[in-house]
């Protein structure tokens, strides 16, 4: 069974700047695409920056030039650089990953930004 294990949220000051990880029990390369999504309070997961196994990325518009998905295969992990963060990111963050036709999730780490 595929583990995906995010790290690095917490509490940030709006235009501060948090990493989070992603390890994978597996290597990277096994999957189609990776990303990262989000959920904030009452509003539905959205799609924040993906990055497939080529190495196209995408952005949600709301986060394009202040966030940088990447990777590193010979640590199996994915990052999400969030840096001049607002508010409005404030949200639980989740890293995904697709194989074929399945689709894996991690736990979840929360990203609070308040003054």
């Known amino acids: 069974q595929v583990q995906l294990v995010e790290s690095g949220g917490g509490l940030v000051q709006p235009g501060g700047s948090l990493r989070l990880s992603c390890a994978a029990s597996e290597s990277i390369f096994r999957f189609n695409a990776m990303g990262w999504y989000r959920q904030a309070p009452g509003k539905q997961r959205e799609l924040v920056a993906a990055i497939t196994a080529g190495g196209n990325t995408n952005y949600v518009a709301s986060v394009k030039g202040r966030f940088t998905i990447s990777r590193d295969s010979a640590k199996n992990t994915l990052y999400l650089q969030m840096n001049s963060l607002k508010t409005e990111d404030t949200a639980v963050y989740y890293c995904?990953?697709?194989?074929?036709?399945?689709?894996?999730w991690g736990q979840g780490t929360q990203v609070t930004v308040s003054s």
């Open positions: 995904s990953a697709q194989r074929s036709t399945s689709g894996y």
